[in-house]
Every structure is written in C-alpha cells, then in structure tokens.
C-alpha cells in the first residue's frame, strides 16, 4: 500500500481558509454583515480577489444591478483577471466589468441585449468565452467545475440577523447561494430594504455573509407581457392549427410556453377556440411557465390547474396571491418561483415544448444565432429536448414515441414544436439552406455552431401554411421535404419536390389547414379571449397591475 | 370577450383552506408545532385526508423511518386510497401501507429490497403504480402534477422554532419541502433531536409545520460502502483497460460512478495504476459521487479536486470535515448533500457515467429488471443518458460527438459505459437476446418495458474480454456483433460473426487487452490503492469511521 499523504499543497481547507481571509481583510476595515451602500466598492475590493470566478445574479428578470454596477466600479488594479458565471449578460454593467479590465473570462447562458457588444468583445479578444450553457447545465456546473468564490445576488428584502426574501423573484438564488455557501464562497447579497421581520425566509441567514441595502429597487424586466392587441391573425391561424392538430391529438397537458406572440395567442385561445372544441380540462392543465398575463383569461376559464414559475412577471403579484390554487406561493401569500426546478419539471415533466425561433434548415436545427451577435439559448435547449433519462409514460409522450419508432417503440418521446411565420422581419426567410450559427463558428472560434434545438428534437413545425410532423419522417430526405412543404414562398419551400410534398401530405405527415377541418377566414382576432392589456385587467377582475408601458388608457 | 369568472368551483384558494382545516384540526386535539412521539398517530390522523397525496422521504440512504411507521399504524378507516410519492420503496413498512389498505397508488423511483412483496402487490392488484421514474424526474414532478399535500420528512434536528438541521444527509428534503410548502401542503418533520442552536439551517422554520422527535435516530444504510478486500482480479483487469482505454483516451475530467466493486476498482487504480500512466490531474478530477470511502486514497494522493454529493455515507463524516476543500461542507464543518443538484451536475456537468447492470440486449439496452421483482432504477436513466440540452464543450464530449456523428458532428456526447463481467453469479450470462424487461412489461401490464439506460445511449460495453466503442458503429449490424464481440463465454457472445469480429477489432470498435498494451497477467489486487477497509481508515489517517459491519479488526 502506498503512503498516505497527510494533506494536499496547502492543506485540506484552502478554501476555507481563504474565506476567513476575506472576511478579516473586511472586518479590518470596519464592515459587518450589513454594509452601507456607500462603501460596497471597499467590500468588494476586499473580498474579492484577482483571478477569482465571480457569480453576479440575474436573469431575464431579477438582476443584481447595484452590485453589478459597482464591480464594475472597482479598481481593476486590485480585481482583475475575474471569470463571470452568470445565467445572463443583460446590463451594459455586465460588459463594462470587461471592458474595464475587471473580468477575463464567461461562462454564461444567454445575452439578449448585449449580444452585439459582447461580439466585438470576443473579435477584440477582450473576452474568453468558456462556453454558453443552457441555464439547468449552467447550474449544475457550480456544483462540478463551475463553482463561485464570490456570489453577488439580489433579495428583496433581509431582517438583522441575514435571513433572505426574495419574495415572487425567488428565481436562481437558491442555486447560486448553495453553491457558493457551501464551498468556502463569500455571498453577498443587495436587498430592496431590511425588516424586523420577512414575510418568509427564502435563504437562511447562516448562508449569507453581507447584506447591502441598495439605493434603490433591483431591476426587473417584465419580458413576458406581451400585449393581446398585437396579436395577427396569421398567429391566430397558426395558434388554431397548433391547437387542433398537436394539443388535441396528443392530448397534451404538461407543457412549456415559450416567450412570444405566437404561443400568446394559443394561451388566449384556451379559453375560447379550445374550449369549443371541447378541450378544457383535457390539454394545457399543468404548466411550466412564467406568469404570463395572456394566461389569465385561461385560468378564470378554469383550463388550468397548476403552474409553477421559473420567475414572476412585474404587475402579476396580486393576481399570482388570489390564484394560490394554480401557482406555488408562500404562506405570505406571494410566489416562489426556482428556476431550477422549473426547469427540471420542463424538462422532465413536461409532455411539450413549443417556442419559435430565428432560423430553421433543413434538418430541422433551429437557432436564434445571428451574425454579429453572440446571444445564446436560456432554458430553450432544456426544454426542447427529449430527455433519454424520462421513465414515466403519458398519452402525449407514448404516442409521440409510436409515430417516432414505429412498432418496436421502446420509449416514447417529448414534443418539440417550433412554430414560426416563414418571413420575419424585413422580409428576413426564417427557412434557411444553412443557419447563419455555421458563419458565427467560424468567426467567433467555436468549437460547434450555436444551434438552439437540435433537428432530431423537433417533432413539428408549425407555420402560416401547415404543420410538418417529423416523427413521422422515415429518411433524411423525406424530413428535408417535410420542412420544405411547409416553408411558404421562402426560397428553401419554392425549391420543394412538389410530388413528394403530396405524398407526404397524403401520408398525414404535412397538414393544411383544411385538412384539420381549419376554415384559414376562421382564424379572427374575434377569437382572442382578450383583445388588450386592458381585457386582461379586466379577466383578472382588476388584480393584474400592468406596467406603465403597456398602459394605454 | 367572454365573462371573466370571479372564482373557480370552490374558490381560488382551495389547497390553502384545506390545509387551514387540516391545522386547525391538529389545534383542536392539543397538537401544536412540536409533537411528542405518543402522539404521532393523531397527528397523521389528524392532518391527512382521504385520497391524499402524500410524499414519504427516503432515499437510498436516509429513511424517515418512524413517520413510515407510525402511518402504516393509522387507522385504514380514517386514512384510505392514499396516493404515495417517494424516492425508493425501501421499508418493509412502505409496503405494509399498501397490505393494510392505507395506501393505493405509487409513484416512485427504485425498490431494492422490495422488490419482490411489491411484484406480488402488483399481480394481486393491491397496488397501482402510477411509474417508475428516474430520481431527478420524480422531483420534477413534484412540482409540476404529482405535489403532495404532506410531506413526511428526516432530519438530523430541530430548533424551538422549527428551523431544520439535516447534516450531512440533506439529500432529497429541498426538493420535497419546497414543492409541499408552497402548494399549500403540510410538512412533518421526524428529527433525532431537538437543540436549542443548530449547526446550520438546512431548511427554515417557516417551511415547516410539524417537528416529532423520534424515539431512535433515522435509518440510515451505508449504501456506498464496498469492501475493497471483495474485488477481483477481473475487476482489477476490466479497471485497468476502462483507465487506460476510456478514461484517458477521451480525458475524462468531470464524471460520476455507479454503485458496485467494478467501479470501486477503478477509484482504488487511480493513485496507483492511473498515477503511473501519468493521468493524475489529467482524469478524474471533478465528480458528481457519494462520499465513496474507494475514493478516499485517491483524493489523499490529490488526484480529487471537487466531490458533490447526493446524499452522505455512514463513517464518512469526520473524513469530509477534514476535506472541505473537496467536498461541499457548510459552516458547521459537515457536508451539505443536494440529490436535486447531484444529479443535476450528473445530467449536465458530467462527461461520463459508467456503472453496471443485470443484463445487456444486442442493441446495448441494459436493464436491472428480473422476473418477479420490480427495482426500478434511480438515478440510473438520468445520469447514463445523452443530454441533448447540453451546450457546453470539453474534450471528452468533443471527441465522443465526432467519433459519433463523424465529420458533420454538431454536437458532442456523453460518455455512457457499460462495466459487466459477461456471466454474474450462478453463472446467469449477462448478455441475452431479450431483455427479462420484456416479460415483466408483459406480466405487469406496463406501457413499455422497464429498461434502466437505452441502448443509444451507451457509448461503451466493458467486460473482461475488452471494450466496444458503440459511437463507432455505423449500422444496427455492427453494434449487435460488437456487443457479440465482448460477449465472452455466453450464448450470445458465442453466436458471433468471428470474422466481422475481427473487422471490427482491426478498426478499433473492438479492444482486446492486449490492444491497449495491457497483460492481463499483470491485473493484480497489488495494484489496488487499498486492499482492505483496514486499508482505507488508515489511508483516511483514522479519519473515515466504517460501520462496525465493514470492521473484522
């Protein structure tokens, strides 16, 4: 038997020891656990050290912009060197702490409005770019090799001994905290305001070394309203299709939303075209979802029965406090939403995904990669997926699993439904022979393209002009064609082998609307359950509190 | 726009006025937070209704064993068609609760020792098992269709007012707590002992309603414990070509172990066998794992930067506390274990998992499931499956993704093996034309067969004979006969196309010892870090304490 080595290069508790470090370099120059604002750059300075992996919290909602912002302050002599972990890169702080001089290195998930100066970034080789994760890996990697010296996060509210509420906006502190807490991490975390006593305690205070009360209110973004009267009426065909020809048949119940007018206007259709149709109760009854405000007229229709949330939405908290029945709140009446384990129901729990996207080719790959910007996926890669790992059966995943393998099925299957109009913007074709995510490979040094949803995922699409079923597709070519035959006047649909999208349409694998008893003359605004954000206060018996933006009266 | 309905059938707050009625039924017998043993029996009565959904904790290691008990005491007049929720069904008195009438349906994840009184429940339809899941997919559930009204909880201890201490045995209490807590459901917490301060807050007081100190601490199995005096020379062989052939080959940084002696083999060659081949830091060096006391002279050779874990090991705790910069430890110097986060990391952070099976079809389909015994099988599907949602990349899953998507790979893979001497005891051959998963489907009137990882999912099959590489196959025929090819002595590998063999063998999809220049000859227990738990305790410097089952000094 070899040796045994009493301990490793410095000891077994390195981390430990660095920690302790930190919080004397603190306590010497005179911070407790509970610091004024006017001195986190000093906290900041002396805690953090060069080279250390810094968690900031925020995501598409809740961000910890106070203590971004005053990293971002910080000498870069004293802190340079710094590798960001960060579900998203949202604020102009994010970059700026690169910019700086402050961080080198990211490993992060999504990047939605910085995109563009995050590509010069890279092209500038002012940024290493570890990887773009979806948000459960990114998770799980600060349990593995990922994890935090330093958590910068965002509560609402903190009593004196450090206990934590984050109130609706619970989202990924949970994650964030265990991981950096656990392992030797310093956490610190911005709240809104202290109390004598919290509504709830969301994190423990023995989790928590220092509390900043920010000079004012984190940010929260409320990216999941989307106003009714924005809504086409092509999105009001291809909701009809969607509900018709996927909903209806697979009975789907569990399922993801993703963001957009298009799956709004499904939502807004439950309670009236669906119902018709006779569907309440049988599709749409339990959700992982956000609260999306174009959901309400289908939960006072009593369509739905649970959801849990990955986030709140801004103006829905009085709702979400009256409807304790369908969304998961605290014994203070607001919500607890953990992306973490919505994202572990979506992908786990959920029988669909259904989301749009920028670009589609002809196997199917989807991506919202454009050129000269670097965004990545959030929680889409998660959800629209089909986890191999499943073992439970539902009607919606066994038949999925049938079309997909035939008579030898041996598991069923998630439906991934990618629903789009076939031009976007500008006239822009969203079927493409290639996705621009190759150019960006090349131009950014990627190891693979940033493709959003694999091709062999995706069980449907869904446009202005059908739906193709690719669980039903037995070649490549036969899929190509199925995308083809469903791609409109863009130029990947006029190049169809017309023959053999009729056989496919024969074959039940495209579908026009008319073949799904759809009347296209049908699909009317008149059948939105809300026409305007102010039908949705209406629905919501005035408890939905809209944004000031999206007020118009 | 239609009506907005003011409330649903029974109001919007159904769940929350249940579980006001529940409480107050518990006030008006005299029960307030902290119930006394005597009374644990009313308590249920009292707070459990008919058909509810009630979650029992309990793992592969932790049990909350006096709440399982005390339940199957309840009266089946007051407490019928129980619909059960749980992690494992490991207890004899998880299946009284269904012998007695108490409970009717099941939703759970793995039933070792059970097994066979659970088949028998089955046929003699005293039982309905909603499914089988994976770990990770049943807490998914909780919060999406399968939320408990009560959850029935362990912990290490309490405080006077509530606040929970679960050591390091945290394991799956989160998941279930916050699911149950936040639906309007009650919390039942069975603790060991009471203390007037805790070490640390696992889970805040106000998740919590009721704390019962139990008349014996929590059940707790030493699941993870293998003596190292029981491995093989096989085992010590097929350990040295999975280093040698896997692990080094593709880099293997990031992984998990199944349970058994085949992998422990292979956590006792790493300071040795692997040390010699110059991997050290190179392989191994983060993983998502129990505290495996095999791994202990691994981490003290410093080949182990980063353990998280599931769920703790019986004897490991002053070992942990003493290696916090390894393990993931709280304050209080104990670990904090996560089985949501674990197996999180194992999903998404993890490039391999490699572990073993009963039996192995010819398209790689590996199930645990035998004739008469319904097992289920963990985390298991969760960890040996491909995720498809990944997006970041490391060299293990680059190389996997082109050694199986060839030149136009768009993605990596996960490495998922298949360890297995080809016959196991009483000479039962591991490798069969049909799955007994099949007939169990059959007799058990399943959807699907219960099959633990599928078939193309596997990237490599193991066994004394050598490895197939899967990833390179190209067609069905391939894979059978390089499957055929490591298949040994058994009918199947009997049935082999030697001379297809040998092509495969000459393209590398098949190695042979002596391929990867290693001489079975020199497969001895000398190479073993450890030969004896003896061995390991001293490795540990005293630290790590085998339970008193494991000591023969």
Redesign the interface.
């Known amino acids: 038997?070899?040796a045994?080595?009493?301990s490793?290069?410095g000891?077994?508790?390195?981390?430990?020891q660095g920690r302790q470090r930190r919080l004397e370099r603190a306590a010497a120059i005179g911070l407790g656990r509970l610091v004024p604002a006017a001195r986190v750059v000093d906290l900041l300075e002396a805690v953090i050290e060069p080279g250390d992996r810094v968690c900031l919290e925020g995501n598409n909602q809740k961000q910890a912009d106070f203590l971004a912002e005053s990293l971002a302050d910080c000498s870069p002599e004293r802190l340079h060197d710094l590798h960001m972990v960060q579900s998203v890169l949202a604020l102009p702080s994010h970059v700026d702490l690169f910019e700086r001089g402050l961080a080198r290195r990211l490993?992060f998930s999504f990047s939605g409005p910085q995109g563009g100066r995050l590509a010069r970034l890279v092209q500038d080789r002012q940024i290493e770019i570890?990887?773009?994760?979806?948000y459960?890996?990114l998770?799980?990697?600060y349990?593995?090799?990922l994890?935090p010296k330093v958590s910068l996060i965002a509560a609402q509210s903190a009593d004196a001994a450090g206990?934590l509420y984050t109130g609706p906006n619970t989202e990924d502190t949970?994650?964030i905290v265990?991981?950096t807490?656990?392992?030797?991490g310093i956490v610190i975390a911005q709240v809104n305001e202290l109390k004598d006593s919290l509504p709830?305690?969301?994190v423990?205070?023995?989790?928590v070394d220092f509390v900043i009360v920010a000079p004012r209110p984190n940010y929260i973004e409320p990216l999941f309203t989307r106003d009714p009267a924005q809504i086409t009426e092509v999105q009001v065909l291809m909701a009809m299709m969607a509900i018709k020809g996927i909903y209806a048949e697979y009975e789907v119940?569990?399922l993801n939303h993703g963001i957009g007018f298009d799956t709004a206007a499904i939502e807004l259709l439950l309670?009236?075209y669906a119902a018709d149709l006779g569907l309440k109760g049988k599709i749409c009854?339990?959700w992982?979802l956000n609260p999306h405000p174009t959901l309400i007229?289908a939960i006072?229709?009593?369509c739905v029965e649970?959801v849990?949330s990955f986030g709140s939405e801004v103006g829905m908290e009085n709702y979400i406090a009256?409807?304790?029945?369908?969304f998961?709140?605290?014994?203070d009446g607001s919500m607890?939403s953990?992306r973490?384990?919505?994202q572990?129901?979506?992908?786990?729990?959920?029988d669909m995904f259904i989301g749009s996207t920028l670009q589609i080719d002809l196997a199917g790959?989807s991506s919202t990669a454009t050129l000269g910007r670097i965004t990545g996926?959030g929680g889409a890669?998660?959800?629209?997926?089909?986890?191999?790992?499943?073992?439970?059966?539902s009607a919606a995943w066994?038949k999925a699993?049938r079309e997909a393998g035939g008579a030898n099925?041996?598991?069923?299957r998630k439906l991934v439904v990618q629903m789009v109009e076939t031009f976007r913007e500008h006239m822009a074709p969203v079927f493409v022979e290639q996705l621009d995510a190759w150019k960006l490979k090349e131009s950014m040094g990627m190891?693979?393209?940033?493709?959003m949803i694999?091709g062999d995922?995706v069980s449907h699409v869904v446009t202005e002009e059908g739906i193709a079923n690719l669980l039903l597709c037995r070649t490549a070519e036969e899929r190509e064609q199925a995308i083809r035959g469903v791609a409109g006047f863009t130029p990947v649909g006029m190049a169809r082998d017309r023959r053999m999208v009729e056989n496919l349409r024969d074959r039940g694998i495209i579908r026009r609307p008319e073949d799904m008893g759809i009347d296209p003359r049908m699909a009317s605004r008149d059948l939105l359950?809300?026409?305007s954000v102010k039908?949705l206060v209406?629905?919501?018996?005035g408890l939905y509190a809209p944004p000031a933006r999206f007020r118009n009266w």
């Open positions: 038997m070899n045994p080595h009493p490793g290069p000891g077994w508790d390195t981390r430990r490993d570890g990887a773009i994760h979806t459960l890996e998770f799980g990697r349990f593995m090799d994890t206990n949970p994650a265990e991981a807490a656990f392992k030797g709830r305690v969301d423990p205070a023995d989790w119940k569990r309670p009236t009854t339990h992982a007229p006072e229709a009593g649970s849990h009256a409807r304790s029945d369908v998961f709140t605290g014994a607890r953990n973490a384990f919505s572990t129901a979506g992908l786990y729990a959920c790959n996926f890669p998660n959800m629209g997926s089909d986890p191999h790992g499943r073992r439970h059966a066994l699993g099925a041996i598991r069923g190891d693979l393209p940033p493709i694999y995922d359950a809300a026409r039908d209406r629905w919501s018996g």
